[in-house]
């Protein structure tokens, strides 16, 4: 019955009058795109249900909120090496195929203490991540990271009342199913029109355990951080401005005005984070910006973090059911154009002078 509920409004999304791309011509290697052409790209590799599946899948009960330890996290994290796989983005050097495999102990639900210490158990863990090379031969082997988390909170094992159903599983719709699909379709689409740096994939797993996932890729690079020059996350709570997009860190790093340009072709304007700046730090671009590297986080619109926002965030009725999908797809396809737009530019990213990590930065990439 939920599968019957997606796929008709799957349908429905589509009979509103989403965009029928039309496939452009072949970009001659080296010539400039414009917007338009750009966005004709974009529309040619993820057309609206192909662009939104991914979403509806890895949000539906059927993977019961990709909780870590649980089997549906496992299939959750082969699905996104397999739509990598289909793409065309190719496996990472060091990688286990299309994972970063690793293990971390958690504290057991008991968390009792023993004459060693706490209880705890070791879960083995996977991001997953792919790269796209790069076109030009001066910046082919700088690469721009482009990440999510694809975990969420699981299953409650009491269940409650939410909008007039009794519900158990914390689909985690916004965050981050919106996230990691929009990864994917970047992933198809630079797999067909690479840019001028090389792309690189990531989605993080154990990011609600606190960051574990980006943490440990950060610690343990699998593409060297001196040529990791820019990471544009994508991270959500909810939202409550269609016309807009939340960029956590704005004002922080160069590569403002050629997000908000991506924005804007889509009919979108651009904020900061709603809450002062606290968001910067919870998110998992917080690893790489702590070793040098420029990253926000790309989320949906937020005019403020109240109640409009919480009412969904870490609910069990962060659902697809209750989103726009119009307003999905603008904001997967302005960070696609945003992603190009910093990988195809002359200059390398950097922190706005001044910031905390500009050190860092100047230490990684000295000058």
């Given at each position: 019955?939920?599968?019957?509920?997606?796929?008709?409004?799957?349908?429905?999304?589509?009979?509103?009058?989403?965009?029928?791309?039309?496939?452009?011509?072949?970009?001659?290697?080296?010539?400039?795109?414009?917007?338009?052409?750009?966005?004709?790209?974009?529309?040619?590799?993820?057309?609206p249900?192909?662009?939104?599946?991914?979403?509806?899948?890895?949000?539906?009960?059927?993977?019961?909120?990709?909780?870590?330890?649980?089997?549906?996290?496992?299939?959750?994290?082969l699905?996104?090496?397999?739509?990598?796989?289909?793409?065309?983005a190719?496996?990472?050097?060091?990688?286990?195929?299309?994972?970063?495999?690793?293990?971390?102990?958690?504290?057991?639900?008991?968390?009792?203490?023993?004459?060693?210490?706490?209880?705890?158990?070791?879960?083995?863990?996977?991001?997953?991540?792919?790269?796209?090379?790069?076109?030009?031969?001066?910046?082919?082997?700088?690469?721009?990271?482009?990440?999510?988390?694809?975990?969420?909170?699981g299953?409650?094992?009491?269940?409650?009342?939410?909008?007039?159903?009794?519900?158990?599983i914390?689909?985690?719709?916004?965050?981050?199913?919106?996230?990691?699909?929009?990864?994917?379709?970047?992933?198809?689409?630079?797999?067909?029109?690479?840019?001028?740096?090389?792309?690189?994939?990531?989605?993080?797993?154990?990011?609600?355990?606190g960051?574990?996932?980006?943490?440990?890729?950060?610690?343990?690079?699998?593409?060297?951080?001196?040529?990791?020059?820019?990471?544009?996350?994508?991270?959500?709570?909810?939202?409550?401005?269609?016309?807009?997009i939340?960029?956590?860190?704005?004002?922080?790093?160069?590569?403002?005005?050629?997000?908000?340009?991506?924005?804007?072709?889509?009919?979108?304007?651009?904020?900061?984070?709603?809450?002062?700046g606290?968001?910067?730090?919870?998110?998992?671009n917080?690893?790489?910006?702590?070793?040098?590297?420029?990253?926000?986080?790309?989320?949906?619109?937020?005019?403020a973090?109240?109640?409009?926002?919480?009412?969904?965030?870490?609910?069990?009725?962060?659902?697809?059911?209750?989103?726009?999908?119009?307003?999905?797809?603008?904001?997967?396809?302005?960070?696609?154009?945003?992603?190009?737009?910093?990988?195809?530019?002359?200059?390398?990213?950097?922190?706005?002078?001044?910031?905390?990590?500009?050190?860092?930065?100047?230490?990684?990439?000295?000058?």
């Open positions: 019955m939920r599968r019957i509920k997606l796929l008709l409004l799957l349908t429905i999304f589509l009979q509103l009058g989403a965009p029928s791309p039309t496939r452009a011509q072949a970009q001659t290697p080296g010539q400039p795109q414009t917007q338009d052409r750009a966005k004709q790209d974009i529309a040619a590799a993820t057309p249900d192909n662009a939104v599946a991914p979403l509806l899948y890895l949000a539906s009960d059927q993977l019961k909120g990709r909780f870590i330890g649980r089997p549906e996290i496992d299939t959750a994290a699905y996104i090496a397999d739509q990598f796989r289909e793409a065309g190719k496996t990472v050097p060091g990688a286990t195929g299309y994972f970063q495999i690793f293990t971390h102990s958690f504290p057991t639900p008991s968390a009792a203490k023993t004459d060693t210490g706490t209880r705890s158990r070791e879960l083995s863990l996977r991001n997953v991540l792919a790269y796209v090379p790069g076109t030009d031969p001066k910046l082919r082997d700088q690469f721009i990271v482009l990440t999510s988390h694809y975990d969420h909170l299953v409650d094992p009491h269940p409650k009342m939410e909008e007039g159903k009794l519900d158990s914390y689909n985690g719709a916004r965050d981050n199913a919106t996230g990691t699909t929009a990864v994917i379709d970047a992933a198809r689409y630079f797999a067909r029109r690479p840019p001028r740096r090389s792309i690189l994939f990531i989605t993080y797993t154990a990011e609600e355990e960051l574990i996932g980006s943490e440990y890729y950060a610690a343990h690079p699998l593409v060297p951080l001196k040529q990791t020059v820019y990471n544009l996350n994508i991270d959500n709570a909810s939202y409550d401005d269609t016309t807009l939340s960029l956590v860190g704005l004002h922080r790093t160069s590569e403002d005005s050629l997000i908000i340009t991506a924005c804007a072709a889509y009919g979108l304007t651009v904020n900061g984070d709603p809450t002062g606290s968001l910067f730090y919870e998110s998992d917080t690893p790489l910006a702590q070793k040098g590297v420029p990253a926000p986080t790309f989320s949906l619109g937020m005019r973090f109240d109640s409009t926002i919480t009412n969904r965030y870490h609910r069990l009725s962060d659902e697809v059911g209750n989103m726009d999908l119009h307003y999905v797809l603008k904001f997967i396809r302005a960070y696609i154009l945003a992603a190009k737009y910093i990988a195809d530019s002359d200059a390398q990213p950097r922190w706005t002078k001044g910031d905390e990590f500009e050190k860092a930065w100047l230490s990684l990439y000295p000058q």
